[in-house]
């Protein structure tokens, strides 16, 4: 094959999930270039990668979209989002794609039923499976993120002094983040400083933490680039974070994680890939999982899930540093 496309819109985390991908593909077929479909505001998590020949930014018409992929005459196309659009698009292009397996019924029938029929394994390696004709396989390096030349970060710049910690605060959904009585105690207990990063709807909390504990915490909510706070991330002792688009960044840059579960569940197989970590969660409660992706209330008014996890190992981790 001399020219492979890969169909992924969105989102960041799940962009990320797709790289060994990618890698497995150029290492297969290294003489074949590869171009990468997706959203304008993703196009540049692909930057520095070396493994892609060019990506094709969606925004707006599928048709324009289509038309311009139709003049590179592509030996293979890969459905890596496997949704309306996508089907769409192969249509456009009058290709029949490979496409991944995203396990959907199994995923729904755990919600709702607690019954658990999902394979064992990551969803990476359950994407290798389902792409098999490809000829394929995991290499067991990981993911990928190449943060960008002139776009790493110096923590002296951003106030921070010697060994810090990172938090990444925020995640697509509510339920999938600790309350903030639960994010006052995580800050009140921990040893040393705490970095916080988010976006610009994790500020409020951000500024909040910092004004309530001005000598731990370093609050750079909104204030950092993708590419800066993966730098920030690389460079810290290890990373705090929840079933995030940052949890995946950490997890490419192979850092030590403490993870906190809601209202979804690592069996998903969304738990970080080829890195240490250790799972917060609370196993006490059978209402998890109540979502496959999360949401904006908790069904049962309670959010016991992360109201009432308990935060002793990333407190004792930090203890030892």
Known sequence: MN???CIRFSSLGDIILTTPIIRALKSRY??????????????NLWEGNPYVHRVHAYQGSLLNLASE????????????HKNVRSHLLCLLLGKIPYQIDKFTKERNLLVKKKINLLPKKHLVDRYFDSLQKLDIHS?????DYFIPAGQAINPKDVGIQGKYIVYAIGAQYIT???????????????????????DNWDEHYGYRL??????????????TSVAASASLMQQAEFVIAHDSSMMHIAAALKKKLFVLWGATHS??????????FTSIENKEITCRPCSTQG????PLGHFDCLNKVSLDPIISASQTL
């Open 69 to 80: 992929l139709r003049k590179e005459g592509f030996d293979a196309v890969i459905d890596l």
């Open 210 to 223: 910092q004004t309530l504990f001005p000598e731990k915490v370093i609050n750079l909510c909104n204030r």
């Open 295 to 298: 949401g904006n209330f908790c």
């Open 267 to 276: 069996d998903f197989g969304f738990f970080p890939y080829q890195t240490e």
């Open 139 to 143: 290499d067991g390096k990981g993911l």
């Open 30 to 43: 290294p003489e074949a270039e590869i171009h990468i479909a997706t959203k304008q505001q993703y196009a």
């Open 3 to 5: 020219k492979i496309l």
């Open 176 to 198: 999938k983040v600790l309350s903030y009585p639960k994010m006052i105690e995580l800050c009140e207990r921990i040893d040393g400083q705490l970095v916080l990063i988010g």
